[in-house]
């Protein structure tokens, strides 16, 4: 596994987006928010996934010089059409249009349609936190999981993220797709062969597989619980809710017809929206109480539970955010390293488009 | 088991409220939320916990005429003060603020301090659906629930209600403890003399167990997901925004502060703020996009879900509420089951303080 620098990947994918059209304010946005998944550890969502959507623009899947708009709004809301934009380019669009509402209403609440895939739920729940605001980031994806009860694919794994500013101690940061695991930890044990643990995905008739690649197989993830009996109507419910604020409220693609990712699979062609959906939220900590007052529970929050009892064999307690945050300083030192199926990847990439990595 | 009808316990339980002090207006509405547990078959949340209030108002730690208000607002936010009051009382004052807020904002969002435990949390986001609003109901609670790699009991079960409109279906009503499996479902357990499954709970020393008293004997709940390789981590985080949000937004406990249900534990002598916290919001649905469009679309997301195909003994698909809307039609028609010491418990109540049952 060869490793390489931020700057290096950085200069690749800019170069890369750069040469299907968009403008460079565009690349550089969309640039960032890809590298931020690498950075963080989140490997299947980084650069891993670039040949991904230039196979969609080649396809004409995505726009790439779109032009993304408030097509509706209240004092506390919006909907953003992101006109089959990259999701890398319009998810922060639609992020600040939140943030700007949420000066003036306290809160801003904005619902995407007709948008694509956009990297990291957290990069852009985190982008409240300079504003000490709390950031909130939605999505709904490709169909790959099963309701309770069901043997069809009718959710994407539909993330959930959720920055919290504090003062001292670092943001809580979450960032959790609703299923058991995400669909990158399976893809993970498939290029090792190894088996999934039960509980992670079922086959084509519903039941529980430890088949790493029961997925491929015409099975489906299962939601975060895994079985009813340990709350997967739980983890459907956080999809479903998901979906319906990101593409109900705005007019995208729902459930199994939100177009899948993979450019070889083709999108419903009866469609009951434009491309996908998101939802994002801002809210200004200090609409409900003195920014300083907040901040300062949130240290003694993070700093309680930080010091919870923890059990044998295990060193601490941990705080959303923890992990993907001393990945992310590591990475930015060390370099960020790619598995060689990427790194060929990108390298055909390169060759095609004549920049070189 | 005795059945009453839900008049009866109407009658009974308003009475009783009255009789601690509560105003008519008051007892009436916390009558409704408290009722609307057993109709929809959260037994746990219900009439079994009237004498549980009543011995928290002879200890006074509830105020039976509270001083409910606005402490603190912005155009699309506010913070409500309990004044020590009901949660049953402040958390419908609250919703409604709430509704009030969406009215001329789009959306409104409440975060509330100084409260007591607030019934089914369903109840207060229902109370958007007449307005074409979607309800959001939020709530911390006592500690019970251990952090992923811990043995402290440092969160409650911290439940999440959404309540979506839709047109001619009837609403997606989702209500969930962010546990595996919530408290009342161990208490069914316990009575039957029967073992929980494994994810559920985990003993004093943070070791999963089958016990179904493993939490009465120094154990913990466990987060959703109930392991780490089963997403327990996301259970945590769930029961951590909603700890955030109704309490360090607000002002009031949070995490192992947060005030015991019981009356025989005490509070703890040096509190990090008011009562206990909860979390509400409303979202006008045409502040995004037509209601009518929205609730059409709703209608559909909801067909095509209960239409997605079934595994192999099982009828159909749920949509979030169809249980519990169908046991309240059954329930409202032939009465609610009482066990026999919820029944001998509220017949001593009635006892106390000459209301007949």
């Given at each position: ?121 957290g990069y852009h729940a985190m982008m409240a936190l ?5 950031g ?27 920055a ?9 940061v ?184």
């Amino acid at each position: 596994m060869n490793t390489f620098s931020y700057q290096q990947l950085y200069e690749f994918t800019y170069n890369i987006l750069l040469k299907i059209g968009c403008s460079e304010t565009d690349a550089k946005i969309a640039t960032e928010v890809l590298l931020s998944a690498d950075l963080r550890g989140v490997d299947s969502h980084g650069v891993a996934r670039l040949s991904g959507y230039v196979r969609l623009w080649e396809k004409g899947r995505i726009n790439a010089t779109p032009n993304v708009h408030v097509s509706y709004e209240t004092p506390s809301t919006a909907v953003v059409d992101g006109d089959g934009g990259l999701g890398l380019v319009v998810a922060p669009f639609a992020m600040q249009v939140a943030i700007e509402k949420a000066k003036n209403a306290g809160t801003g609440w904005v619902s995407v349609k007709n948008s694509n895939h956009y990297g990291i739920a957290g990069y852009h729940a985190m982008m409240a936190l300079e504003h000490d605001m709390i950031g909130l980031s939605l999505t709904n994806a490709s169909p790959l999981v099963s309701p309770t009860f069901s043997k069809e694919r009718m959710l994407g794994t539909n993330p959930i993220s959720v920055a919290i500013p504090a003062d001292k101690q670092p943001p809580f940061v979450a960032d959790m797709a609703t299923t058991t695991a995400a669909n990158g930890k399976l893809e993970i044990l498939q290029r090792k062969e190894m088996d999934a643990p039960l509980g992670w995905v079922q086959d084509a008739d519903g039941i529980q597989t430890t088949d790493a690649n029961g997925v491929k197989k015409g099975g489906a993830l299962l939601p975060l619980g895994g079985d009813r009996e340990h709350g997967s109507h739980k983890g459907y419910i956080l999809g479903s809710v998901v979906d319906i604020f990101s593409a109900v409220l705005s007019g995208a693609n729902y459930g199994p017809w939100v177009p899948p990712f993979v450019a070889f699979l083709e999108p419903d062609p009866n469609p009951v929206g434009k491309g996908l959906g998101h939802f994002f939220g801002a809210m200004r900590v200090d609409a409900f109480r003195p920014a300083n007052e907040f901040k300062t529970h949130m240290d003694n929050w993070i700093s309680r539970f930080r010091a919870a009892k923890p059990i044998e064999g295990h060193d601490k307690v941990l705080i959303p955010g923890d992990p993907e945050r001393e990945l992310e300083t590591e990475r930015m030192s060390n370099g960020i390293p790619l598995i060689k199926p990427v790194e060929d990847d990108l390298r055909a990439l390169g060759l095609k488009f004549g920049v070189e990595l």
